[in-house]
Each structure stands twice: as C-alpha cells, then as structure tokens.
C-alpha cells in the first residue's frame, strides 16, 4: 500500500506540475498532499450518520482535500436551495465564475435556468436545491477527471438520502453520464432514454450554456421540462 501511494503521488505531482505551468507559467505552492483510504474515494455506498444533515455536509465538502481540485479552487460549492425540494438540479462542476461567486449557475446560464423553472410553475429556490456532480473548479475548465468525480460522488449520494427530491434533473453531458450510468451515449440520446438514481426519477437534458449556444435545443429541453413537471405532479398526488 504504501508503494503504491508513493507511485501515485508521484504521477499525480507531475499531472498537477503540468497543469500549473500551463495554466499560470509557473509552480504553485501546494501543500504537502494525503492521499485519502482507497475505499473513501471509490465506494458508492454511504452510512447514514449525524453527519448526513445538509450543514455537516456542507462542511465537509467546504473543507474537503480528497483530491488535486482543493489547490486551485477559491469556494467548494456545496449546492443550495430548499431543504425540502421537489426537484434537485445537478450540474457538471464550476466554472471560474461560478468558482469566484462560491455560487452555482451564476450569471447568464443561473438566470436562464430560473426561466425553465418558471415556465414549468416551480420556484428557485423555494422548491429546488442546486448542486454540481464535481464541487472544485477544474484547472482552465476542463472536464473533471474519473477519480476527482468518485471523490465527489459520495457527497451526492449523502445530499440525496436526506433531500429525497422527487425528481432529479441533470444538466449536460457529465452529470447525466454519471448518474444514468451510461458513458457511451452523448445528451441527445440519454433524454429518450428512462432513468433512475438511487430509486429517484432521473430526467436528462441538455446544460443552459448550451442552449444559450444553439436556439435549436429550446424545443427538446421544453420537452424534457414537461416530463419533469408530469413526474413531480404524479409522485405528489400519490403521496
């Protein structure tokens, strides 16, 4: 175990020495780097405790280390919203923006994303809860690597179990392959499909940037907006 640790450090410093010379020219001052238990980075299994109240989580993941991400980020976003929502909306990660305001869908795509919601007859915040699959902003905004969301990934999990939404809503490619399960298929083919997470519905659609980006997207995510609003509508009225 302790080899291996050392192999990883090892390649992991290089990767991140990388990213620092291309993103700022020069080596940043990072402090000494631990490497979490092998099981607290991969296990999908979460044990209820009095830590999984929406406030222990939250400092947790604002004080989270378990991998490279926590050096160049200024907020971990730990999501927000209603403490009792009908929808929880997930995102990929932060960008620099969203990574400044220590805020979720900040900006054109935040004030977008309350239209959708609006056109459905839900409310943000009072009904939703926000939050991304990856809470640190990526280096340059690339997309998160597989060990950085496993390291996250629990932290969904816990939010979840204690939000009991009735329906998720997933933004974009990442977070729709990760909670779907399917990396093999793009957005356009995981909104026809039917999922769930965790025994939650899962509805998947295309990302606000995106449809800020392409006006030809509007009709396919109304679409998928409707099928949201049916799945709440339907799960409340058997409550």
């Known amino acids: 175990m302790k080899d291996r640790n050392s192999a990883i450090k ?9 990213e620092d010379y291309l993103h700022s020219g020069y080596r ?7 490497l979490p238990p092998v099981d607290s980075t991969i296990s999908p299994e979460v044990k209820m405790s009095e830590n999984t109240k929406l406030t222990g989580i ?23 919203g209603s403490e009792n929502p009908d929808i929880v ?45 990856v809470r640190c902003r990526s280096p340059q905004n690339r997309e998160p690597r597989i ?14 179990m204690v939000l009991n939404p ?21 957005v356009d083919e995981l909104r026809n499909l039917s999922f769930d997470y965790k025994g939650i519905p899962l509805v998947i659609t295309y990302h606000p940037d995106s449809v800020l980006q392409d006006s030809n997207l509007r009709k396919p995510v109304w679409e998928d907006l409707k099928k949201l609003s049916k799945i709440v509508e339907k799960r409340t009225g058997s409550q």
């Open 10 to 18: 090892k390649l992991m410093d290089f990767v991140y020495l990388f």
């Open 28 to 34: 940043r001052n990072h402090p000494e780097f631990e």
């Open 58 to 80: 939250k400092k947790r993941i604002q004080t989270c280390t378990l991998c490279y991400l926590h050096y160049n980020r200024k907020n971990a976003l730990a999501g927000g």
């Open 89 to 133: 909306i997930v995102g990929g990660g932060p960008n620099e923006e969203e990574d400044n305001a220590g805020e979720g869908f900040a900006g054109m795509a935040g004030n977008y994303l309350k239209k959708w919601i609006d056109a459905i007859h839900f409310s943000l915040p009072e009904q939703c809860f926000i939050c991304n699959i």
């Open 147 to 160: 060990e950085e969301i496993k390291s996250c990934l629990p932290y969904f999990d816990e939010q979840i």
């Open 166 to 186: 009735k329906v998720i809503l997933a933004l974009g490619r990442i977070p729709g392959q990760v909670l779907s399960g399917d990396f093999s298929k793009e």
